[in-house]
C-alpha cells in the first residue's frame, strides 16, 4: 500500500512538472515566435514621453562590453538619459564608456563615480548614487552584459504604463493619453497596477568554452522554460535583475526585509534597505509585489546576457553560489523539491510511477518522457531566439545538444553541493548566506 501511495504522489508530482514545463514553452512560442512590432511609443514627441534613466552598474571589463554599452545608445525612444554607475576611476570599463559616449553625443548620458559604500552587495553601493541623482522616475536598470534591441525601452514603456491607457489606444498616438502624460503628471503606480517589467534572459556565446556553453543551455532551455511558467501563474514573484524597469518612488517607499535592520531605531528604506542581500534584484521585486501589491510585466522582448569564457568549475561554481542564495529566500519545500522539476530525475520516478500502477515498461517511458523534453526545450531555445537570430556566432546543434546533457547530468550534483554550506564567494569576496531571506555576511575578502 505504501509504494503504491507514494506511485501515486509521484505521478502526480510528474503531471505538475510537465504542466509547468507546457505552459513555459506555450508561454515561449506565443509570446517570443513572431517578429516584435516597431514599438509605438517612437512616433511620441520628447515632451509628451515619460522620461526614463538608464543605469548601467559596470565593474571592470565584461565579455563584449562595447557592443552591450553601445545598444542603450540606439534605442529607438524620444527621452532617455543613460548613467554609466562606477566604483572606481581607474576602472578598466571607464574608457569604454568614454569611447561610447564620445560616438553618441547626440544621446543624454553621463559617469557617476560613487564610492559609497553602504552593505556588502556591491551593485548596490554602485546604484545608490545613480538612484538619486536620476532625471526620471522611470528606472531601467541594465547589467554590464546585457544587450537589448532598439525597439526594447519603448515596449517595456507600454507595459509599465498600461496601468494609464489600454495598448489598443497606443495604434493612434494622436488621440492616445499617453500624449498629455509627461514625466512630471505621471504617478508611480498602485497596488494593482504593474510596478516592475523586466525580461527573460537569453544567452549569446562568443568564447565557446564548456563551462559557457553549458550556461547558455541552461538559460535557453530549463531556466527560461521555468521562469516564464511560474511568471505565466504570477502566484508569487519571480524576477531576475539582468533588465528591471521600475519607479523610483516605488523603491523609495519599500521598507528594508533584513529583520536585523528593521530593529534599528531608523531602519532604511528604499534601495539601501536592499544592501545586505546578494540576490538584491530579486528581493526589490518580492518588496514592490508583496509591500505595494504591485504587478509585474514582460515584454516580447528578450535580454541578451553576453557570456564570458567560463570552465566547467567556474559554471558549477555559479550555480552552486545562487542556488545556496535561492534556499534560504524561498520556502523550504520549494528548495527540497527542486531536484524533482529536473528532466532525468522526474523521468526516472515519473516512469516508476507508471511502471507500478499500469505495469508499464520504465526504459521505453523514460526515453519517451527525455526525448519529447529534448523538443520542448529546443522548440523554447528556437521561440525565444526569433528576433535576435542575427546577434552572437552561429552554433552547432550538435554542440548545444552535448552542453544540454552535460547540464542535465550535473543539475543534482549541483544542488547536492548547494545544500552542504551556506558560504559562497562572490567578486573576490566570500559570504555566508543566513536567514531572513537570504541576507548575506561578509566573512573575508579574498581580493
Known sequence: MFSLLTAVFFLFLW????????????????????????????SL???????????????????????????CMNLEYPKYEVI??????????????????????????RVIINKQKIGV?????????????????????LDSTITVTPGTLGRS??????????????????SSPLMSISDDERKPPMGGEVGLVHQVPVAVCYQKTWGSLIEQAYLNTTHAKMYLAINAIAVDSCVVGKSNMYSREN????????????????PPTGLAGYSPFLAEDNMIALG???????????????????????????????????????KKMTPLIATLLEPFTE??????????????????NMIPVFLIHLGIWISIDLSTRRALETNVKNIGPPGSQAVFLAAWAMRECLALPIWLMAMTSDVVVWRGNRYRIVASGGCCVLLTSLS
Not at 85 to 101: G, Y
Not at 128 to 141: G, K, N, Q, R, T
Not at 158 to 171: G, H, K, M, V
Not at 343 to 355: E, P
Open 251 to 266: 523603491i523609495s517607499q519599500l521598507k528594508t526585509p533584513a529583520p536585523s535592520l528593521r530593529a534599528l531605531p531608523n
Open 288 to 326: 514592490l509585489w508583496h509591500q505595494l501589491k504591485l504587478k509585474h510585466a514582460m515584454t516580447s522582448d528578450v535580454a541578451l546576457d553576453f557570456l564570458g569564457a567560463l570552465s566547467v568549475t567556474d559554471y558549477v561554481d555559479r550555480r552552486v553560489r545562487w542556488l545556496r542564495v535561492r
Open 84 to 109: 554609466f554607475a562606477l566604483q572606481d576611476e581607474k576602472d578598466e570599463a571607464l574608457p569604454v564608456v568614454r569611447m561610447i559616449m564620445e560616438k553618441y553625443p547626440e544621446v543624454k548620458s
Open 15 to 42: 503531471a505538475v512538472v510537465w504542466a509547468l514545463c507546457i505552459l513555459g514553452w506555450r508561454t515561449a512560442r506565443i509570446r517570443y515566435a513572431h517578429p516584435n512590432l516597431p514599438s509605438r511609443l517612437s
Open 45 to 71: 514627441t520628447p515632451s509628451s514621453a515619460p522620461g526614463v534613466t538608464i543605469i548601467r552598474p559596470l565593474c571592470g571589463l565584461d565579455q563584449n562590453l562595447y557592443n552591450t554599452l553601445e545598444s
Open 157 to 174: 514603456v507600454e507595459a509599465f504604463l498600461s496601468n494609464i491607457t489600454p495598448y489598443a489606444s497606443l495604434n493612434d498616438p494622436e
Open 121 to 141: 552587495n556591491p551593485k548596490v553601493n554602485n546604484l545608490i548614487v545613480p538612484f538619486s541623482e536620476a532625471s526620471y522616475d522611470l528606472l531601467w536598470v
Open 343 to 360: 528532466s532525468l530525475v522526474s523521468g526516472l520516478y515519473g516512469s516508476w510511477a507508471l511502471h507500478r500502477i499500469l505495469g508499464t
